[in-house]
Every structure is written in structure tokens, then in C-alpha cells.
């Protein structure tokens, strides 16, 4: 099974239909062009080696690249970035990851910048906010005909709520606002946002409950990398994770994830073709 590319799906519906149709998960490589970033510490903050990481994931088998130059920090702390800045940061790196030949997404919640990067190549948005903190992401997303990740998110964690009951009303929410905009249903998938607005005990149970999510007919990426709840369960910096992220991330592809995003791109790729072969054996 290869990576699905732009030449494989020339359309935003061909594109998700290749990407959702690898009979395993597609793995979607984390490429933080931050200098604050929870699970690297900036290591790719400079543009030679944020594109130096970018080649080594599409090397390792990434089917997606997802660029980000807004830490979002899930467990608070980190420095909002103006739109310039944020600007500044993809123009030396993007055109060059998208040369790569993977899809790449674009991880922003500003319209602005969303938009100049779907001129410049990009193929797919991802709103960790879910079209819910700037009222021009669905427009923006609709016009360019963009598929899109809509994430949960929460400002802050409450322990005291139903955390399935809070992403329900948040996707429809996010949907609602989606088909005002025009955004064709099997251009969405969703995202429950492990670790984002959750107590490590709640991000726990949104991934033993992930079938629920279901309901909504809709493709759903998971993104417990190198996550808090992991070290709640075994202690361990960030980049000592691996072992808990692919356990994750195994889960969820039995549950049913169509795309997996995660830091440790060769790792994730193996352990997801190991089980998807083990899977067809039996």
C-alpha cells in the first residue's frame, strides 16, 4: 500500500476517498514549525530542518504532513502568535513541503492564514477549534472546496462533565456551522482532540468510547501522541511516549480511525500495517 499523493486524488473528494481507503489508517506526520511545541521543544522551529523533518516522514511513509506554526499547546501555557508571525513562519517552509508530494495540511485556527495556504498548495485544513473560533474558517474552507478537520476543544477541562456528551454538542455545533458554509459533508472529518480541553481521565475515556462517535458518519482522525494521559498512566516525557502512543493508536484503529496523526511517523506506520496484517490473517 502506498501513501496517497496529489496525483492519486485530483479533487478534495478523491483526495479523502484515497486517503480513507489505504485499508489501514492513514498516519498524518506532526511537523511543528514552533519554538514552544509540548512534544519537540522547537526542534524544527529553523526551516532547513523543519524540512528536513518533513522529508524524513515522507521517507518513513507519512500519507499526510500537517504543518502548524501556532503552538496549541493542549495543556495550556502557550503564547498566542500574531497572524504575521504566524505568517512568518510558514512562508521559508511550506512551499517546499508541499514540493514533497504528500498531501499537507495546513494546522491554524486563523482564517487568514488557512486561506494563504491553500493558495500556495496546501490541501487540507485543520481547525483545532472546529470552525468555532474564527467565524471566516468555513467560508474560507468552502471556497477553496478544502476537506477539513473539525477537533474538539474546551478552553479549559472540567472533570465534572460528560466529556462524550460535550464533543456530541460541540460536532454538531461545528457541523451546523459547516453546512451554512457550504461545506459538502464527505469533505469532514472529525476529530475528538485527545488531551484538549480534557483531564488525562477523560481523554482516556473518549478513546475506550471512540465507536461512538459513529453516529455521525464521518471519518475521524486520532491524535494521542506523546499525550499527558500517557504519562498519568506511565511516566515519561514527552518523547518517551512512543510505546503509549501506538497502544493508543492501535485502539483507535480497531475502533474504527481513518487517520492517525502522530510525531513518531516510522514507528506508527509499522505498528499499523503489522496489526492491519494480523487483522487480515485471521
Not at 118 to 141: F, S, T
Not at 172 to 199: C, E, M, Q, W, Y
Request: zero cysteines; aromatic letters at 4%; charged letters at 20%.
Amino acid at each position: 500500500m502506498k501513501a496517497a499523493s496529489a496525483s492519486d486524488a485530483s479533487t478534495p473528494d478523491g483526495l479523502l476517498a484515497a486517503l480513507t481507503g489505504l485499508g489501514r489508517p492513514a498516519v498524518m506526520g506532526i511537523l511543528n514549525v514552533t519554538p514552544d511545541s509540548f512534544s519537540d521543544a522547537g526542534q524544527f522551529f529553523a526551516p532547513e530542518r523543519a524540512l528536513a523533518q518533513a522529508r524524513r516522514m515522507a521517507a518513513e511513509g507519512a500519507d499526510i504532513l500537517d504543518i502548524g506554526a501556532e503552538s496549541t499547546r493542549p495543556y495550556g501555557g502557550a503564547r498566542p502568535v500574531s497572524l504575521d508571525d504566524e505568517l512568518a513562519r510558514l512562508k521559508p517552509v511550506l512551499a517546499d513541503v508541499v514540493a514533497l508530494g504528500l498531501p499537507v495540511s495546513i494546522d491554524t485556527i486563523k482564517a487568514p492564514v488557512a486561506r494563504w495556504a491553500l493558495e500556495q498548495g496546501a490541501a487540507i485544513v485543520n481547525d483545532v477549534w472546529g470552525l468555532q473560533h474564527d467565524h471566516d474558517m468555513a467560508a474560507v474552507v468552502a471556497a477553496h472546496g478544502a476537506p477539513v478537520v473539525v477537533m474538539h476543544n474546551r478552553d479549559r477541562a472540567d472533570p465534572a462533565i460528560d466529556i462524550m456528551a460535550d464533543i456530541d454538542a460541540f460536532f454538531h455545533r461545528s457541523l451546523a456551522i459547516a453546512d451554512k458554509a457550504g461545506i459538502r459533508r464527505n469533505r469532514i472529518v472529525l476529530d475528538p482532540g485527545i488531551g484538549f480541553g480534557k483531564t488525562p481521565e477523560q481523554s482516556i475515556a473518549v478513546l475506550a468510547r471512540l465507536d461512538r462517535l459513529a453516529a455521525f458518519g464521518l471519518p475521524l482522525l486520532v491524535g494521542a501522541s506523546r499525550k499527558r494521559f500517557i504519562d498519568r498512566i506511565s511516566p515519561a516525557p514527552p518523547d518517551e511516549r512512543i510505546g503509549g502512543s501506538l497502544a493508543a493508536h492501535l485502539i483507535a484503529m480497531r475502533a474504527g480511525a481513518a487517520i492517525i496523526r502522530a510525531h513518531d511517523v516510522a514507528e506508527t506506520v509499522q505498528a499499523l500495517k503489522v496489526a492491519q496484517a494480523i487483522a487480515e490473517a485471521r
